[in-house]
């Protein structure tokens, strides 16, 4: 809005959830924090014309465009933000960033360790001539998470043992529930393994500044077969007789080794009934612990080891004051913020790090790490849940 | 963004905290809600021309202005948001009206029941020229306040027989905290109950779709002197030996019979250390019952005293399904709101009313009815605790 | 058991919901505690006396009577225990301390002011021989009670402002459910306000160490006429068309100034759809707050505002370590206690009190204050609510 | 007390923790419930004679005995309930089944399952007499969870596909702690995995109604090396420079197969800072789900997917109601009861089924079965987490 301060033109590829999310937080950022450069909603990208024109409207963006290929040439072009599904990661991303493009890329990084290599390989080389790439794990944006962090990694916790880190949802409950997309591995690649335990890896590496080694790992499919829908890839219509086989992962179970020594458990499931999006967090430590469940976000639960016996509980911290991550810029003290707040913190970290000459976190680098534990995880419940290293030597 | 679309363009009168909630009310309610005109930021309004020119940028308005007037009379204005200080409200309110905009005006609808009346005359004249106002009391879109008022329509409840509405904050619990014009009673017109004792008015009369038919009432200031800053009325600067005198209330109580004969019990203060902005909502009926915290305010408990013996308990519904008032709109299931989102309700609703030319809830006149309430919390208190009827009357 | 332990005689008088968990407190309190006086389980006392054996042989006395005087006469007899409905406390007391026995009342102290300055009476001419006297406020003892007394009196919720005390039940809901003596003025003296508001204002007194000065009431009686039963007095058989007229409160409110200028608000109320026994309080000083509820009774919520900013928060303390009152002598750490362990807690106290020849605490002349308060309250709900003194002068 | 009742003497072997547990559920059974036969406390056995005859005095027993075998010879004893360490279980249990005594043996069965195998063949030999015997797996009794598995017994979470035990303890955070014989195998024959797990294991049997049949599984011990007390087998005492080797697993991960295709989750930990006793369940089902915090015992969370989509949510279940398992026997609703009352209830039930002629649950059967998950569980630990079958085959 002021004539004084660069624009970052963004181009952002996608225009499903996340790209509503996206397309708030560049909205939002700027109007709640100072940021030295004015992030202007340029173009959006996808397949069909019509839908995103219509994303284009409803979302706010000031042009459509059906070619990603295009926006990567464009010199009026800063920023390209990736939304679209995990198997395009690869390519726009490393053309973009070839192209000389800030690249944010939303999570998982890719769909194969092999994939997410490259990746790493464009986002180095590309930083050498200052450009910046960052996965999008936004929950590390969540203020009570980086509250959680700041917390540890002042020793507050002292030696961590242990971390349990379980994301619940339970969308596929109903067993007559449609076949669909997720819900095939060619297509989606994994099941709740890589789509929400995806996050709870990130998450425990960042909390605890350390890296999963090695894991054991159970996968299950509890239901095969599910209704085919008269559109085979939609969410919408009406079941048919006809089924379609499952072919991912409904829950998964590991349990990982860190970097250090402490010893985490992980489960992600879609068959948690009553739990919505319950990513439940406990770390453990011999001074501390903290608690967090993402369906209460704006609440961090720190138990402190070293207070007084009789008064020792866990106490359930109000994320909400000046003093947290983020918070001194929205509301009074008391007043909640929700899902997509943490993608405005993104966006506020990216361009902060763009105008700054930063290289953000978390890198693309992070983004692979995070790959290759998934990796293991599966080749592990391949192998009868025996021990797999993450491939920590490569 | 559509050229089809109506504009609806907008001139809001103020720039602090409620100024920021209406501009990402205004901004985000379009994207996320299919509204049939598109509002447009055009004008922000506030006396002092440098800071209003930084809240323009800030809050991303097309232009500032001065003086109040001049947007009133402005042909090309359809709206005007009113979110200055209470003692401002009638003559912006009533002039605009006049004018032919469409008035959002924040809450409290003014300062005095005189003021208020006038303001309800005004909206009536205006009504029946098809000009809409509208008084902002926001918490009635958290959608867990909209969803247990469905509940309570729908005879969920059955016959209510008690209400307790509590809302408890402790920003003035340290007593060397300054004193501030929020403490001046010639300045502010009441303490907390005005400002957040309204808000617990308004909810029960909502929620129970009835009115305070008269009241016995409590106010207590605990700290009666507080340190001046060098600035004298603002909130920052450092403070001097010289003290100021409080002149309003810290804490108001009291007991409310319900048209019906509920009794509800009330509580607002400022000194309930450890509670932020704990809006804490109890409703007993005969056949259920409902709780509500906005500290956590995208839950509401709900007790089904019809359901069997052994089963009864308080439901936490996790108040994010598409089935609940406005959530269809935003994330999928489990994804929480923050605070602000009430404002984008509110603006959807409001839009939605004046392109449907109906007239909108809480009305002018439901802002009349709450001051009448605090006026005889007032006259109470200063009668000895004596019961007061609250003018039904008029 | 042991042969060198001096026995303590106890006769009970009553036999309902008191005479159990009092008879269990008897029994359970010295196999935990170290008591100087092994307490034997004497005799049962009751007017019926088919009714009085059938309660010997379930509570484990070693025999039964119906008439109380005779164990006041018996030299045998060290302590009354007085489980009697209130209405027969005064004369069972006094003649049992006239007689050189110990004597632990159950609460309400009596019906009346009057009775309850002669029992005190009483009281002060036993003490001056050496014979002790209790009021049975057992809620003192449960240990997150007495942990929370402790954190207020070594000051750690500074200087008190507020207080509130809600004691909630949902037992007269059902608007047909049955007309029963306690709802009848004549013979229960008092409704709600008696039966847990008697609770509320003790425990407000014991934890702050103050009193009650003065207050302004309301009582409402929502269910005016409910089905007689067959057999008038109980609460069994079957409703039959008459219907009796209910005489006393369904439910208080009141707002107490306490000595020191601190004000608390009071709710009982039997009509709390959904809260069984919910005796929630919370007490705010300007260095931190308490909260507590009895339905989760080893629960102790402690808001130190004294931590810093970002670390505040109500705290839960599992109130089962050794550093807390009585629980070194249960179970291990994390290990919960119930309801009647009060009571086993009562006898510890009262037992030591005596054989260390102390005055115990709450004494007759704490039970008349409560009284006081009750009386007050009665009489400001009479006189449109004007604030009434609670006879301070006395 | 009764002179028509039957007694049914008593003999305890064991005075620890478990011994004064056990007491109070044979003192308070009788007074709550109608028994058909009434116990006596006739004899508490110990191997030192000081302390068994303290013990005798503090938790009310008629006499003390130095040796197993005079009870166990003795005709005079009706019961036999063994509270002594696993190692001593077999030996006592089978001597006593086969000299016609009901026992009851505290968990685990045994510290092997070839312990427990000979176990069950002498309480099938026995049950062919009419002699019952039962394995102390006391928290079946917890109301709550008695409540949950009429839930599930009745089909309300439909098919279940997932459990999650959690059974989380931090008397081991401290690294300076001592070492004690519990840290050493060749004693205590297992760490948190027999201690805890095993509860973990029965409970997710018995509340499921099924068995696991395999697992993968994970131990590990975080602190190898613990201070040496003077004093080498007890608690207390000074820490000397000396330091013992800890032998035993600090926590304890597996999944398991359950019999249906279920999958169950399991964790033991001794290390979950802030965590005293929280055994934490959840189980999902197609139809809903239940979770359980042992350190909220009272309450049971209840979500029920049949519910309107719009009114799910966890309902917070008070188990206080005459409705639920044991409750009617203790006080009106709302009203906690505490850890040990589950043992009363062990008591009612055993007492029950010895005068009613049936083999009571869980049997010693249900405790080997227990077993030879824990020894799975080992096996699979020791052999890089590979999955294993339980053994069901034997």
């Known amino acids: 809005m002021s004539g004084t301060k ?182 989606a690649g994994s099941g709740s393994l890589g789509d929400i335990g995806a996050h709870a890896i990130d998450m425990i590496q960042y909390l605890t500044g350390t890296t999963v080694e090695a894991v054991s790992g159970t996968l299950a499919t509890f239901v095969t077969e599910r209704p085919l829908l008269g559109e085979s890839r939609g969410l919408s219509g009406t079941a048919s007789a006809e089924r379609g086989r499952v072919t991912v992962d409904d829950a998964a179970w590991f349990t990982g080794r860190l970097a250090g020594g402490a010893i985490g458990s992980f489960e992600a499931t879609r068959y948690a009934t009553g739990r919505k999006n319950a990513f439940r967090i406990e770390i453990s430590g011999n001074r501390g612990a903290i608690a967090f469940d993402l369906e209460s976000m704006n609440e961090l639960q720190f138990y402190d080891a070293t207070a007084p016996a009789g008064e020792r509980g866990f106490t359930r911290i109000l994320v909400t004051e000046p003093e947290h991550p983020y918070m001194a810029n929205w509301w009074p003290t008391g007043h909640l913020i929700g899902y997509e707040h943490a993608f405005a913190h993104e966006v506020r970290d990216f361009v902060d790090d763009i ?33 797999t290293e993450t491939g920590g030597a490569r």
Not at 145 to 172: C, K, P, S
Not at 355 to 376: H, I, K, M, Y
């Open 6 to 187: 660069p624009r970052l033109r963004v181009a952002m590829v996608g225009y499903g959830f996340m790209g509503a999310a996206h397309s708030q937080g560049w909205r939002v950022a700027p109007r709640f924090f100072e940021l030295d450069a004015e992030p202007e909603l340029t173009v959006i990208v996808g397949r069909d014309a019509a839908r995103v024109e219509a994303a284009r409207e409803k979302f706010g963006w000031m042009r459509a465009e059906t070619d990603w290929r295009r926006v990567v040439e464009d010199s009026a072009i800063d920023v390209v933000d990736i939304c679209s599904p995990g198997d395009s990661h690869a390519e726009i991303a490393i053309a973009a960033l070839d192209a000389g493009k800030h690249v944010l890329c939303e999570k998982p990084l890719a769909n194969t360790v092999e994939e997410a290599e490259r990746m790493v390989a464009a986002a180095e080389r590309a930083a050498a001539r200052g450009i910046r790439s960052m996965v999008g794990f936004s929950y590390r944006r969540v203020p009570a998470i980086g509250f959680a962090r700041a917390l540890i990694a002042d020793g507050r916790l002292g030696d961590i043992r242990q971390t349990r880190a379980e994301y619940l949802q339970d969308w596929l409950v109903d067993e007559n529930g449609p076949m669909t997309w997720r819900l095939d591995k060619s297509q």
């Open 355 to 387: 105008t700054a000459g930063r290289d953000p976190v978390p890198s693309f680098a992070d983004g692979l790490q995070v790959q290759r534990v998934l990796e293991a995880v599966e080749l592990s419940a391949a192998n009868g849940s025996a021990w």
